[in-house]
């Protein structure tokens, strides 16, 4: 299976709710990143921590690891119909894999206005 | 709209047509990757450019051929395709393959439809 696996598959919330999605993966890494797809476009990075951080923030996301469970979680906090999408973890095994980023199977989102 | 741009959005090609996609940037990065991406599935790497030098095949079949003429600019050749290779292509770079910590910035991709 892949490197990161994500649930839910899919979360329907309506807007202002909060939104969390968990990312799990295999083998240690050195970094764990958050990109966000809308519907038929390119993904777009969100964050990136690194494998010594705990928790990061970036306006209304907050991303928390856990090296010791191999899991990452993103938490969209005051949700809106513009956060629609699909999320992805990727993960970064460090400069002997140096350009292998592994996606894992995202978590598709849905804010009902 | 993305720093990197992708040339075309949609390709429509026959089993033996031979076409290209395009990939350009302009940020100064050194690496440059292609990925696949099948619907409701995540991006699946293809290949790696380095320094416009081939640094990385994930086993991909010889009917996709990549070419980076210049540190800009990331073709795939495509070749006597099947219609399981329809897809969106997508097209990546980052500042270095090494330097770590460092994200991918994308495309918006060439959506594929092979008949």
């Known amino acids: 299976s892949q490197q990161g696996e994500e649930d839910p598959q899919a979360l329907s919330i309506q807007e202002g709710e909060n939104a969390t999605m968990n990312c799990s993966y295999k083998?240690?890494?050195?970094?764990l990143q958050w990109y966000r797809q809308n519907s038929g476009r390119g993904l777009v990075h969100l964050i990136l921590?690194?494998?010594?951080?705990r928790e990061k923030h970036s306006g209304r996301l907050r991303v928390t690891l856990d090296t010791s469970k191999k899991s990452s979680s993103l938490l969209i906090t005051a949700s809106r119909a513009a956060d629609t999408a699909s999320y992805f973890c990727?993960?970064?095994?460090?400069?002997?894999?140096?350009?292998?980023?592994?996606f894992g199977d995202g978590t598709t989102l849905t804010v009902k206005p | 709209d993305t720093e990197v741009t992708q040339t075309p959005k949609h390709l429509v090609m026959g089993m033996t047509n031979k076409k290209s996609l395009k990939c350009e940037q302009h940020?100064?990065?050194?690496?440059m990757y292609w990925y696949k991406q099948k619907a409701k599935k995540p991006p699946e790497l293809m290949f790696v450019?380095?320094?416009?030098?081939?640094?990385i095949n994930e086993s991909v079949p010889s009917r996709f051929s990549p070419e980076c003429p210049n540190s800009s600019l990331l073709n795939l050749h495509l070749h006597a395709l099947q219609p399981e290779d329809s897809a969106l292509y997508l097209c990546?770079?980052?500042?270095?393959?090494?330097?770590?910590?460092?994200?991918?910035?994308f495309g918006n991709g060439t959506r594929l439809t092979v008949t």
């Open positions: 990546a770079s980052s500042p270095s393959r090494y330097r770590e910590n460092s994200p991918l910035h």
């Open positions: 083998t240690s890494i050195n970094n």
């Open positions: 921590i690194r494998s010594n951080e």
């Open positions: 990727a993960t970064d095994l460090g400069y002997t894999n140096a350009g292998k980023s592994t």
């Open positions: 940020m100064g990065h050194r690496a």
């Open positions: 450019y380095s320094y416009e030098k081939l640094s």
